[in-house]
């Protein structure tokens, strides 16, 4: 019975790759360091040339070490870190809009970004679109320094792994209107003995995304989103709340960010198709939850119908916003390896905002030289909600929407993604790869990185069971450097791992379960079961 279980860093230095491509700093290049970590990029005009025939392109100004007496400063008491960083805001010519997805270049459809507005004239997609050029002012040596300069620190807003990439991601947007509870820079996880027990690896990685103020990635989307819909309200645009269709976590973080900016919000959940962990996030944030007995993509199409009718501000991945916020984890983990490119980033994919999110992430610094290439993207969905999968297997052909059945790995349990042409954009752009897991595989996958010590979700044991199949089959070596993407945190499904553990699930076998022992209060029994377990022969 499930209920029978109830009774009773400094990250390690990766071996060095000489294959590995790496845009290394040359301090040469980059003559002038002098610049404060809380202030958005400025130039300093005495590095630029006078002579008309050479380009004039800015030098930029790199943090240094803060000196003693800088170091000793605080900001006056009666100040808060809001205010603090008011007086620090600087003029910048950074900035950015929705173009349609993929445009053709000739192509000047384009909106505000304080315009609502979640599909192009034609119907297609959006993209957000930063001004380039504007970003390129400054080499890839400016942007690694003043991202690494960032981190750890709790200035206001860059103290989030996401607003640390601001200029990268909502350049425009006052730093007082953004929602944000210090999202992002989540541990990139060395799984030394998952690789090396399970696959032989030597550099597998785990990126936690999960492990977040709601225990998903969606934070990293969703305080973009909601900081944005702070300044619309602030504009006074019509936004009387904002809503969202959920498998439990876009609700989880919808909810979260909404009440901390006390902004109403709306959640649509499939009847008794989520955890009651993620059920109980957005009641226990006061959302107006409604509980729709249809799975997820029904919900999904009912949420689009009511926010075009009422002025409810869309906050699932149609919506391009979010993107821009769940691009920083790319972002991050090439920071953490000191902007060296793994060779595979997995991820698992539903609705398929996150593997595009991923690639804009990874090619933005490829296009503004913090590095020279990308990684290989691998999406790994459940086989009973395999749509991209399919698409893929029949060599991109058209692509057919699926009725999802049930899976354990329930958050991605979606038939109909909204994000497929961006999903099949970045797979094809990244030499990407598509892999699927049966129930019993992910089950596995999930109780094996448990029992090294993880405590992941079942998404991320589908895309653990992608990274089995593509390790047995060859395609991934022993020593390519390759990162996991763990999207949920695992204490949200923990009735999925009470069923495997006590080997409740019809049809499987449960290998790695490993159910608690019935023991009688009595020391003789307790030595022989210990006896047993530890193969000591008892002394007489
Ligand atoms: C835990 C978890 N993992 C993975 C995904 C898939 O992300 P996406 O919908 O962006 O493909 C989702 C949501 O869909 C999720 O909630
Ligand atoms: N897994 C998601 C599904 C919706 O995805 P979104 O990224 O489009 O919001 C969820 O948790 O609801």
Same mark, same amino acid.
Request: hydrophobic residues 35%.
């Given at each position: 019975?499930?209920?029978?279980l109830?009774?009773?860093?400094?990250?390690p230095?990766p071996?060095?790759?000489?294959?590995?491509?790496?845009?290394k700093?040359?301090?040469r290049?980059?003559?002038i360091?002098k610049?404060t970590?809380?202030s958005?990029?400025?130039?300093d005009?005495?590095?630029?040339?006078?002579?008309?025939t050479?380009p004039?392109?800015p030098?930029?100004k790199?943090?240094s070490?803060?000196s003693?007496?800088?170091?000793?400063h605080r900001r006056?008491?009666?100040e808060n870190i809001?205010?603090?960083?008011?007086?620090h805001?600087s003029?910048?010519?950074f900035?950015?809009r929705?173009?349609?997805f993929?445009s053709l270049?000739?192509?000047n %459809?384009?909106?505000?970004?304080?315009e609502?507005v979640?599909?192009?004239?034609?119907g297609?997609?959006?993209d957000?679109q930063?001004?380039?050029?504007?970003l390129?002012q400054?080499?890839?040596n400016?942007? !690694?320094?003043?991202f690494d300069? !960032?981190?750890?620190?709790?200035?206001?807003?860059y103290?989030?792994?996401?607003w640390?990439?601001? %200029?990268w991601? @909502?350049?425009e947007?006052?730093s007082?209107?953004?929602v944000s509870a210090f999202?992002?820079n989540?541990?990139l996880f060395?799984?030394e003995?998952?690789g090396k027990?399970?696959l032989?690896?030597n550099?597998?990685?785990v990126?936690h995304?999960?492990?977040?103020?709601?225990?998903?990635?969606?934070?990293?989307?969703?305080?973009?989103?909601?900081?944005?819909?702070?300044?619309?309200?602030?504009m006074k645009?019509?936004?009387?709340?904002?809503g969202?269709?959920s498998?439990g976590?876009?609700? /989880?973080?919808?909810?979260?960010y909404?009440a901390?900016?006390?902004?109403p919000?709306?959640v649509?959940?499939?009847?008794?198709r +989520?955890?009651?962990a993620q059920?109980?996030?957005?009641?226990?944030?006061?959302?107006f939850? @409604?509980s729709?007995?249809?799975d997820?993509?029904?919900c999904?199409k009912? +949420?689009r119908?009511v926010?075009?009718?009422l002025p409810?501000?869309?906050?699932n991945?149609?919506?391009s916003l979010r993107?821009e916020g #769940?691009?920083? /984890?790319?972002?991050?983990i090439?920071? #953490?390896?000191d902007w060296?490119?793994?060779?595979w980033?997995?991820?698992?994919?539903?609705?398929?905002g996150?593997?595009y999110?991923?690639?804009k992430?990874f090619?933005i610094?490829?296009?503004?030289?913090l590095?020279?290439?990308i990684?290989?993207?691998?999406?790994a969905?459940?086989?009973?909600a395999n749509?991209?999968?399919?698409?893929y297997?029949s060599?991109?052909?058209?692509f057919?929407?699926?009725k /999802?059945?049930?899976?354990?790995a329930?958050a991605?349990?979606i038939?109909?993604?909204v994000?497929i042409d961006r999903?099949?954009f970045a797979l094809k752009?990244s030499?990407g790869?598509? %892999?699927?897991?049966?129930e019993?595989?992910?089950m596995?996958?999930m109780?094996?990185?448990?029992?090294t010590g993880m405590f992941?979700?079942p998404?991320?044991?589908v895309?653990?069971?992608a990274l089995i199949k @593509?390790?047995n089959?060859?395609?991934?070596?022993?020593?390519?450097?390759t990162?996991?993407v763990s999207?949920?945190h695992?204490l949200k499904?923990t009735?999925s791992k +009470?069923?495997y553990h006590s080997k409740e699930i019809?049809?499987?076998a449960c290998?790695?379960?490993?159910?608690?022992v019935q023991?009688?209060a009595?020391?003789?029994?307790?030595?022989?079961?210990?006896?047993d377990?530890?193969k000591i022969t008892?002394?007489?």
């Amino acid at each position: 019975m499930a209920s029978s279980l109830f009774h009773p860093s400094p990250l390690p230095k990766p071996t060095p790759h000489h294959h590995r491509a790496t845009t290394k700093i040359n301090h040469r290049q980059t003559p002038i360091i002098k610049c404060t970590s809380s202030s958005s990029p400025t130039f300093d005009s005495s590095s630029l040339t006078n002579n008309a025939t050479t380009p004039t392109t800015p030098v930029p100004k790199s943090p240094s070490p803060e000196s003693p007496a800088e170091a000793k400063h605080r900001r006056p008491a009666e100040e808060n870190i809001r205010e603090e960083a008011r007086r620090h805001s600087s003029a910048h010519n950074f900035s950015a809009r929705y173009v349609p997805f993929n445009s053709l270049p000739h192509s000047n %459809e384009s909106y505000s970004l304080d315009e609502i507005v979640y599909r192009s004239r034609s119907g297609s997609l959006l993209d957000v679109q930063h001004d380039m050029a504007a970003l390129k002012q400054f080499d890839g040596n400016y942007w !690694r320094s003043l991202f690494d300069s !960032r981190v750890g620190k709790t200035t206001w807003p860059y103290g989030s792994g996401v607003w640390s990439k601001k %200029e990268w991601v @909502l350049p425009e947007i006052d730093s007082d209107d953004i929602v944000s509870a210090f999202e992002g820079n989540s541990n990139l996880f060395w799984a030394e003995r998952f690789g090396k027990q399970f696959l032989g690896m030597n550099d597998l990685w785990v990126k936690h995304c999960g492990i977040s103020h709601t225990g998903s990635f969606k934070d990293l989307g969703m305080t973009v989103l909601v900081s944005q819909v702070n300044r619309l309200r602030k504009m006074k645009r019509p936004v009387v709340g904002v809503g969202c269709a959920s498998t439990g976590d876009t609700s /989880a973080a919808l909810s979260a960010y909404c009440a901390a900016a006390g902004i109403p919000s709306i959640v649509f959940l499939p009847a008794n198709r +989520i955890s009651i962990a993620q059920l109980v996030q957005p009641i226990a944030n006061g959302a107006f939850v @409604l509980s729709i007995d249809t799975d997820f993509d029904g919900c999904m199409k009912l +949420i689009r119908e009511v926010t075009s009718e009422l002025p409810i501000y869309l906050a699932n991945s149609l919506n391009s916003l979010r993107l821009e916020g #769940q691009e920083t /984890a790319a972002i991050e983990i090439l920071q #953490q390896f000191d902007w060296e490119v793994p060779d595979w980033v997995i991820i698992p994919g539903g609705n398929l905002g996150n593997i595009y999110a991923f690639y804009k992430g990874f090619k933005i610094c490829e296009e503004l030289r913090l590095v020279d290439r990308i990684p290989r993207l691998v999406c790994a969905q459940a086989a009973n909600a395999n749509p991209l999968y399919l698409h893929y297997k029949s060599g991109w052909g058209e692509f057919k929407p699926v009725k /999802a059945n049930t899976t354990f790995a329930s958050a991605i349990q979606i038939g109909d993604p909204v994000s497929i042409d961006r999903a099949v954009f970045a797979l094809k752009n990244s030499n990407g790869i598509v %892999e699927e897991a049966t129930e019993e595989e992910l089950m596995d996958a999930m109780a094996q990185a448990d029992s090294t010590g993880m405590f992941i979700c079942p998404h991320t044991g589908v895309a653990l069971t992608a990274l089995i199949k @593509l390790r047995n089959s060859g395609v991934i070596g022993p020593t390519d450097r390759t990162v996991v993407v763990s999207t949920a945190h695992g204490l949200k499904f923990t009735q999925s791992k +009470i069923d495997y553990h006590s080997k409740e699930i019809k049809d499987m076998a449960c290998r790695y379960a490993n159910p608690p022992v019935q023991v009688k209060a009595s020391y003789g029994t307790v030595m022989d079961v210990l006896r047993d377990y530890l193969k000591i022969t008892p002394k007489f």
